[in-house]
DNA sequence: TCCTATTGGGTACTTACGTCA
DNA sequence: GCTGACGTAAGTACCCAATAG
C-alpha cells in the first residue's frame, strides 16, 4: 500500500495567466508518503526470498488526497455578473436587465476617495483597465432580499471603512464581507490560491475593497484550506494505522498458528524448501516449493485474508 | 562571482469582532 | 440580556527568494 497525500496542485497554474507559475513547491506543497514495506521472510529465518530485503506488497496506485478548497458559502457561478477581471475573454456585459448589476454603487463613493485605492487603482495596467468600466455592484442594492440588519451593517461598514483608511490609528474596526463578496473571492480561490499584484488589483477593483483586504482574505483561505487539508490528513492515516494494526494482529495470529502447526507435525521439517509470497494485488500466498529436480514448482494459491 | 541590503510575498500565530445557540 | 463557542478579518513576526548595488 502506498499513500501519497498533497496539498494543493502546483502543477496548476492559472489557465488564463499563463506566464506567470508563481506557486512554488512551497505553496501549499505538502506532500506526505506512507510506504508499506513487508519483509518477506517465510517463516522464521527460513529460505527468506533475501538478505532480509523489503518489498513492497501492493501495486495499488498512491492514494491522492486531492486538495479542493472547501467551500463553506454556495458557490456562485462566475456568471455575466461575475467575472474574473483579470480573465482576457472576460468581456463584461454592458446592458443590464434588471437594472442592478451595474447600477450606481453607493460604495463606491466612499472608496473613491480613498487615496490608496486611487493609487492603486491608477495602477492597474492597461489591459485591466477594463475593469473599471464595468464594476460589479458588491455594496449597496436598492431593493434586494437582505435584511434590515444587513443593511444596516453595510451602512455601518460603509462608514467605517472610509474612517479605517484613514489610517488615524483608531481601533480596527472588523469588516464582514458580503456574501457576493465571499462567493467571488472563492471562486477565484478555485482558480488560484495564490494571487499575483494585478489579481490582487483587479479582484479589490471589482469587488470594491482594498488591496489588503483580498491579500488577507486569501492569506486565511489558504491557512483554512490547510486547515482542513490538514485534519483529513489525520483522519485518513488514522484510518491507516488501523488497517495496519488489523493486518498486523491477523499476521502475528497466522504466524502463531503455523507455528503450532509446525509443532504438531514432526516430518514438516522434511519437506523441500518453501519460499511463500503475497501476491500484492489479490493478496494470496503463492507457495514456491523446489522439487527434488531442482525446479521451482508453483504451488496453489492460498487466501490468507478473510 | 560573491556578499549584503532591500523588498515583496509567504506562513504561523495571535487578536478582535460578529454571529449564534 | 448575558455568555461562551466559533468563524473570520486583520495585525504581527518571521522566513525566504529575487534583485540591485
Redesign the pocket.
Known sequence: MELALSLGDPSKSFSFLDKTP?L?S???GFCMGLRLQEKVDAFEGEAATGDGDYKRVSSDPPHQLDLLPFS??PRVQPSSQLRFPWLTDNVMETGSSDGRGRGLDVNRLAVVALGEEAEEGAALSSPNSAVSSFQVDFGFRNGSSRGK??VE?ET?RGSS?AS?DDDNGS???????SKEQ?AFLEESFKEH?????KQ?LALAKQLN??P??V??????????T?LKQTEVDCEYLKRCCETLTEENRRLQKELQELRALKASQPFYMQLPATTLTMCPSCERVATTSTTADGKNGLLPLTKTSG
Do not use: C
Open positions: 508563481k512554488s512551497k505553496d501549499l463553506p458559502v440588519r444587513e451593517m455601518e471603512r479605517d481601533t480596527r474596526k472588523k469588516l464582514r464581507l465571499s490560491n495564490t494571487l499575483n499584484p490582487k475593497l482594498r489588503r483586504q491579500e488577507v482574505w486569501f492569506q486565511n483561505r489558504r491557512a483554512r490547510k
